[in-house]
């Protein structure tokens, strides 16, 4: 894989963003870049709130999908305005192309050209350093990557392609290595909102909430280890929904089994709930 498998793009926002040739798929394509991601995985994950925390420790951000550094970049800016605690960010990628390619276009893509420094810096070393910032990337296929982490993640900022151009990522079982290295706490954030990510994450031992809109997307999702991280926790309405939806099976799956259909009824999400307590 190489720069001429991505090309820039301009959005209807009038921001630019990066296509990737073979799958068609366009990085940030609802909101513009710099929008969703401070939506989905600084505000959606309360980062602020956990960087303002009087614990030990640095926040630990796991960021899936380096691409373009958007999401990285968005996490790192948030936490230099901050203060408070430290940030020790991690993120998985195996193609730099996105990020060698918007480094090569400064105009289009001022942010990355604020930190080409520290991009640069992460590129060629593989680690970066910043005043309260430790950002590391981690080469190579991101399962496996996950191995390498020292020590559980306070946020997952999950976002690779889509179900269709990244499969491997989107299964239950590549769903639970991501439940494994959350901490006690600790929100996986994702674009997507469809049913079968959410059928996916709640087999995966998450508990799953509704996110906020992002554009055309009238919800985005939101997973944890229990409640109280989740705004809107999935309830009775979303299990009607479910119910008759065309599309009940997790990713990976052609056909909804009994067994699989069983999981999902009897996740202790959804035999705690109580009355009127569900969205």
């Known amino acids: 894989m190489g720069l001429s498998d991505f090309e820039t793009v ?7 963003s990066v296509r990737d040739r073979r799958s068609g798929e366009i990085m940030h394509p609802g909101l513009g870049p ?8 600084v505000e959606q994950t309360r980062l602020a709130e956990r960087l303002a925390a009087p614990e030990e420790g640095p926040v630990r951000v796991l960021d899936v999908g380096l691409g373009a550094a958007t999401n990285a970049l968005a996490v ?67 399962l496996a990557a996950l191995d390498r982490l020292d020590a559980p993640q306070d946020v997952v900022c999950f976002d690779p392609f889509s ?4 499969p491997e990522l989107w299964t239950v079982e590549a769903l639970r290595r991501f439940r494994a290295v959350l901490a006690p ?7 997507s909102g469809s049913t079968r990510t959410r059928v996916t994450l ?16 009238k919800e985005t999702t939101v997973a944890s280890d229990g409640p109280a991280a989740l705004a809107a926790p999935l309830g009775a309405r979303w299990i009607e929904r479910w ?35 569900s969205c």
């Open 10 to 16: 301009v959005l209807g926002t009038g921001e630019a």
């Open 34 to 41: 710099r929008r969703e991601a401070e939506l989905l995985y």
């Open 76 to 142: 790192v800016d948030h936490a230099a305005r901050a203060g408070g605690r430290a940030l020790e960010l991690v993120s998985l990628e195996r193609d730099t192309a996105p990020l060698r390619l918007v480094l090569e276009q400064p105009a289009g893509f001022p942010v990355q050209a604020a930190h080409r420094a520290l991009l640069e810096a992460l590129l060629a070393q593989g680690v970066a350093v910043a005043p309260g910032v430790r950002w590391t990337w981690l080469e190579g296929d991101a």
């Open 163 to 166: 179900p269709e151009a990244n």
């Open 185 to 191: 706490g600790g929100v996986l954030s994702t674009y």
């Open 202 to 217: 709640l087999l995966a031992g998450f508990w799953v909430g509704a996110g906020a809109a992002a554009a055309v997307k």
């Open 243 to 277: 119910r008759r939806s065309s599309a009940r099976a997790p990713h990976g799956v052609a056909t909804l089994t009994p067994e699989v259909e069983r999981a999902v009824l009897e996740h202790p999400q959804f035999r705690s709930l109580q009355r009127g307590a």
